[in-house]
């Protein structure tokens, strides 16, 4: 069993940044990859970005490329995702899964077995 919990949520304007970070409360195989979702009220959850331990390679949402980072702190033992120029859209709440076994591209829910409670994310113009 792995629990993931999500912090770095909150409130910002337009055009600010935010830094998510996912910390897992219990140990992940080095095959694992870490996935960041989101999902807006009356949208689908949808994948950003994923991150492939083993090759510590990360992969993104077309959409994502430019404004998103995803990375490994290897001191905190999290996963983070670093958002710039925030817009009104990208309004939803946040969710961090992981994939003991590995994922293919990473940004498909169904590829994911363990998901955390999720941070709320609100860009305001």
């Known amino acids: 069993q792995v629990e993931l919990v999500e912090s770095g949520g909150g409130s910002v304007q337009a055009g600010g940044s935010l830094k998510l970070s996912c910390k897992a409360t219990s140990g992940t195989s080095t095959s694992a990859c870490i996935g960041w979702f989101r999902q807006a009220p009356g949208k689908e959850r949808e994948g950003i970005a994923a991150?492939?331990?083993?090759?510590?390679?990360?992969h993104y949402r077309d959409a994502a490329k430019g404004r998103f980072t995803i990375s490994q702190d290897n001191a905190k033992n999290t996963v983070d995702l670093q958002m710039n120029s925030l817009e009104p859209e990208d309004t939803a709440m946040y969710y961090c899964?992981?994939?003991?076994?590995?994922?293919?591209?990473?940004?498909?829910?169904?590829?994911?077995?363990?998901w955390g409670q999720g941070t709320q994310v609100t860009v305001s113009s």
């Open positions: 991150f492939f331990i083993r090759g510590k390679i990360a």
């Open positions: 899964a992981a994939a003991l076994l590995g994922c293919t591209d990473g940004i498909r829910a169904a590829e994911y077995r363990y």
